[in-house]
């Protein structure tokens, strides 16, 4: 088997702030109760011209810059995505196209908010199997353009954005040391995004009117209980594989929905909320794409030295839970 690690990160935000005070001006909402109550400030919007690929490219390449590859060189493109440009083709394929990564195969994998750990997971299979001897794993996610924007206990905790990760055969050190990932499809009803899927399709008057075209949360907000646990047991069974303690761990990188949620895992690890790399305050939850956006800003940052121990950890719709642990 061949040794896997992340050789290079990238993200890209779109420019455009969506403010909690900017939603008071639209719902029956405040800044006080969603900042209170989720954590969450500020979320950022993809400009109407901008599709996932679009986000995606810009992550991509400074990950590629950062990691010293050029985009042909890449042998392998994996997108997690809930939100691709189109049902068919690919979101990845669109991407591949944009970066002139032509030497790349490529697709995508759904997995809602757990997507970058599960796209990370199948990569490094083929790196480590001799198949491929890099990858690009890309997460981008254009979440407000599912959101009905008259549903205040949704649309608050969502954004738009794109993080990235090379990853590719390497020496000593540096390297991934697991990927765990683990699904309950019995409770998919939990977060549901129904439209465009076969059962919801042809789209008509009474789908969009009865908004299966629109994320529909009423699950997840309820199973807030069953994500602490998730999360908890992925971040263990992560240490556990490895013989290894949190105190070894120099920085989780949780996937964020709320800052609550978060709160409860702290408690059930029993470790200080420092430990926890978080952006909720100004992105949200950005789906698939908040675990990488958070690493590569704790690379950039300074957080993440080399040597560290790092923590990835989401929990999702699907429903899906994972975890990751990297030596930097
Ligand atoms: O990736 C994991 C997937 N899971 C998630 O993302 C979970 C997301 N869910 C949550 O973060 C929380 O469930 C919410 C933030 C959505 C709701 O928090 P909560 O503390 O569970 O509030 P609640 O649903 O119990 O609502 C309390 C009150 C209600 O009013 P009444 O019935 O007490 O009068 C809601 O109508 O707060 C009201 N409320 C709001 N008020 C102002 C709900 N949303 C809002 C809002 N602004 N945006």
């Not at 049902?87 to 196209?97: D, K």
């Not at 549903?151 to 990853?167: F, K």
């Not at 100004?282 to 121990?309: F, H, M, W």
Request: glycine letters at 8%; charged letters at 20%; a negative charge.
């Amino acid at each position: 088997m061949k040794r896997v690690g992340i050789v290079g990160t990238g993200s890209y935000l779109p420019e455009t702030v969506l403010s909690n005070f900017d939603l008071e001006k639209i719902l029956d909402t405040n800044d006080e109760w969603i900042t209170t109550r989720t954590g969450i400030r500020e979320r950022r919007v993809a400009g109407k011209d901008e599709a996932a690929s679009d986000l995606a490219k810009r992550a991509s390449e400074k990950a590629l810059a950062d990691a010293g590859i050029a985009a042909e060189e890449i042998e392998l493109i994996v997108m997690a995505t809930v939100t691709p440009d189109t049902q068919c083709p690919a979101g990845a394929n669109w991407l591949e196209a944009k970066l002139g990564a032509v030497n790349a195969v490529s697709f995508d994998v759904t997995a809602a908010c757990t997507g970058f750990i599960f796209a990370l997971s199948i990569a490094e299979q083929y790196i480590k199997n001799g198949i491929y001897r890099n990858a690009l794993v890309v997460a981008s996610e254009i979440m407000t353009r599912t959101l009905d924007w008259t549903n205040r206990e949704t649309c608050i905790l969502w954004g738009d954005g794109s993080g990235a990760a090379v990853i590719a055969e390497v020496g000593d050190g540096h390297r991934i040391l697991s990927t765990h990932i683990h699904t309950d499809g019995a409770s998919g009803d939990n977060l549901l995004l129904p439209g465009g899927g076969s059962k919801t399709t042809p789209i008509s008057f009474e789908s969009v009117e009865k908004k299966l075209h629109n994320l529909d949360m009423i699950g997840a907000n309820q199973s807030v209980k069953v994500a602490v646990r998730r999360f908890a047991e992925a971040c263990e069974e992560a240490l556990l594989h490895n013989d290894l303690t949190l105190d070894d761990v120099k920085v989780i990188i949780p996937h964020q929905a709320n800052i609550r949620i978060l709160q409860g895992v702290a408690k059930r690890l029993n470790c200080s909320m420092d430990k926890l790399y978080l952006t909720i305050e100004k992105y949200g939850n950005i789906s698939s794409a908040t675990v990488p956006i958070a690493l590569d800003e704790a690379v950039r940052d300074g957080t993440i030295q080399p040597g560290d121990l790092v923590l990835l950890t989401a929990f999702g719709g699907g429903l899906t839970w994972g975890s990751s642990l990297i030596r930097w």
